[in-house]
């Protein structure tokens, strides 16, 4: 970190060993994040003294790769500890979750393979797809998203998802398209 941690108390009296807990937590991130800059941390007491005791506020201001991230715990822990802990634990969430935005790895779904309907047979309530790579693949009636089963012609663009069945694969969801898929 290239600005050092600052701690702040509100509403209660500093301690050491809860000190102690907040560097231990923000030199974990350090070492996580070595892009880290900057961390501010301030603990709060907001509320007093209620029927349980303190409830404890823990807020986290951190610097990374210049965007500041917040993390503002709301009170409703008592133990100030295990507040600093699932404060530090969401702050480590952000910090990994503003990496994957900064590395370009935001998870993407696959597009759905798609295929064509090589062979129908209606009164059966069956067919066969056919991939672009020539592979064919069962599928039942109940397969066909939205009822569209009787809507289904040889040659229709559907997309599909596939698992492996008794006889070989074959399509657990099919659906229409109306784009055209390659022979």
Known sequence: MKIP???TFLGIEPSEAVEAKIHQRAADLDQFSPLLQRCEV???A???HHRKGYLYNVRIRATVSGEELDVDRQPDEEDVFVAVRDAFDAMRRRIEDHFRRYRGKIKRHEPSPQARVERLFPV???GFLKTPEGREIYFHRNSVTAGSFDELRPGAAVVYSEEEGLKGPQATVVRL???TVPA
């Open 42 to 44: 301030w603990v709060d």
């Open 124 to 126: 059966e309530g069956y």
């Open 46 to 48: 907001p509320h007093g």
């Open 5 to 7: 941690l600052k701690i």
């Open 177 to 179: 398209v109306t784009t």
